[in-house]
C-alpha cells in the first residue's frame, strides 16, 4: 500500500549545488540551490528566485560556476544557503571559502569545492529558470581517479533530502550505465 502526500518537491537525488558569483564590486559570492540540473548537451538550469543576490550577479556579469557541494564542506554549503548576501555581503569569506577566478568566464571557483561548472549566462526564461552554457568542466586532481576521470569516491557529493531535511552523501556504485539494461532479453 501507498501514502500519499500530495504535491511536494520530494526527489532522490537531489543535487546540493552552490553557485558562485561575482558581484559588480567584484566581490565573490555563493548560494546553495537545490533546484537546478543539467537541461541539455551543454547546459545547466537553474530555478533560483529574482530576490537573491547571486541571481542578480548572473544577471550583471552573465556568468556563474556550480559546484557539488561534498561531504566535506556540509557546513560551508548549508551556510551559504541559510544566509543572505543582500543582508551578509561578506558570507563568502564568512563560510571560509576562497575564490579563485575561472580561466573561463567572470565567476569564481570556489577553492575548497574541488569541482565546478563554469557557465556563461544563455537566458532567462519568462518563468524565471536561468539557462547556463557549460563552457568548461575542472576538477581538482585530488579527486580524480587512476584513468584522469572525476572519481565519485573521492569527490564525495552530497545529496538534499527534502523531506527529512537532511544531507546526505551519495554511495556506492549499483550497476553500469548503458550496459545491464542490455542483459534482459
Same mark, same amino acid.
Given at each position: ?7 511536494k518537491t ?9 553557485i558562485a558569483t561575482y558581484?559588480e +564590486?567584484?566581490?565573490?559570492d555563493a548560494?546553495n ?6 537541461s ?10 529574482a530576490?537573491h543576490?547571486?541571481t ?5 556579469k552573465?556568468?556563474f560556476?556550480v559546484?557539488?557541494a561534498d561531504a ?5 554549503c548549508?551556510?551559504?544557503?541559510v544566509v543572505s548576501a543582500?543582508k551578509?555581503p +561578506? /558570507? ?6 576562497h575564490a579563485?577566478?575561472s580561466e573561463?568566464?567572470?565567476?569564481p571557483l ?5 569541482m565546478a561548472?563554469?557557465?556563461k549566462l544563455?537566458?532567462v526564461?519568462e ?11 575542472s576538477?581538482?586532481e585530488?579527486i580524480?581517479?587512476e584513468k584522469? /576521470?572525476?572519481?565519485?569516491?573521492k569527490l564525495?557529493p552530497i545529496?538534499? +533530502?527534502a523531506?527529512n531535511?537532511?544531507y546526505i ?9 548503458f550496459?545491464?539494461g542490455?542483459?534482459?532479453?
Open positions: 500500500m501507498r501514502k500519499n502526500f500530495g504535491a520530494y526527489l532522490y537525488p537531489m543535487p546540493v549545488l552552490i558581484g +564590486d567584484g566581490t565573490p548560494m540551490a537545490a533546484w537546478g540540473g543539467i541539455d548537451d551543454n547546459q545547466i538550469a537553474l530555478c533560483l528566485s530576490d543576490k547571486t542578480k550577479n548572473i544577471l550583471a552573465k556568468a560556476t559546484s557539488p566535506a564542506h556540509v557546513k560551508e548549508d551556510y551559504v544557503g543582500n551578509v +561578506d /558570507k563568502f569569506a564568512r563560510a571560509g571559502f579563485v577566478k573561463f568566464v567572470d565567476a570556489i577553492e575548497e569545492l574541488p561548472l563554469e557557465c544563455i537566458k526564461t518563468e524565471g529558470l536561468i539557462l547556463g552554457e557549460i563552457v568548461n568542466v576538477a581538482d585530488s580524480l581517479g584522469g /576521470k572525476i572519481d565519485p569516491a564525495r545529496t538534499f +533530502d523531506v531535511n537532511k552523501e551519495l554511495g556506492s556504485v549499483v550497476g553500469n550505465a550496459k545491464d542490455l542483459q534482459i532479453k
